[in-house]
Structures are given as C-alpha cells and as structure tokens.
C-alpha cells in the first residue's frame, strides 16, 4: 500500500523557515504541503502589512503552488466536562506533535 504524504503546517515553522533562508525545506519536502486560511492570513497579508521579507517568501510559494491553502473543517465540540488544564492540553502542540 503507497501512502500520500500530507503536511499540515502552522504558521511558525513556515515563518521560520523563510527567516533563516530555509525555504527551499519546503520545495523538497514529499508531499502535499497545505495550511490553512487563517495560518495564511497571519503570515502573509499581517506579515505584509509588519513588513516581514518572509511574507513575501511565503506568498511566492503559494502562488508556486509548492504549498495550498486548504479550508480546514472539524467537527471538534468542546466538551463542558473537561477542565481548564485538559482543554489546554488538547490544544497544545506538543500535543498534536506527539
């Protein structure tokens, strides 16, 4: 069985990226390379608007298509049971790296 590989970016590892002229990690990178709107909208039209140089980096590799902007739909409901420290948790990154 072959597998598609997908990455789903947030916006640090792609301002990052840009900042130390590492761009070029996601050309090579296998796979689809997506964000989602809103990470696009913090990095390139707010990035733009700061005058960060890696928003014009990071809307050169959209408009290549070498990443795509994909609407992300969840059906995540908060659950009233949960407590402070489990919500924040399950909205951690650490958690979803792990």
Request: with cysteine; proline share 7%.
């Amino acid at each position: 069985m072959k597998y598609h590989k997908i990455w789903v970016f947030d916006s640090s590892p792609v301002i990052y990226l840009n900042k130390v002229g590492l761009a070029w990690v996601l050309e090579e990178l296998e796979g689809e390379k997506i964000v989602p709107p809103a990470v696009y909208e913090q990095v390139v039209p707010r990035g733009k608007a700061r005058g960060d140089a890696d928003a014009l980096l990071t809307e050169r590799l959209v408009e290549q298509g070498v990443i795509t902007v994909v609407p992300v739909e969840s059906d995540f409901k908060f659950e009233p049971s949960c407590t402070k420290a489990n919500w924040t948790y399950l909205r951690s990154p650490l958690r979803r790296a792990g």
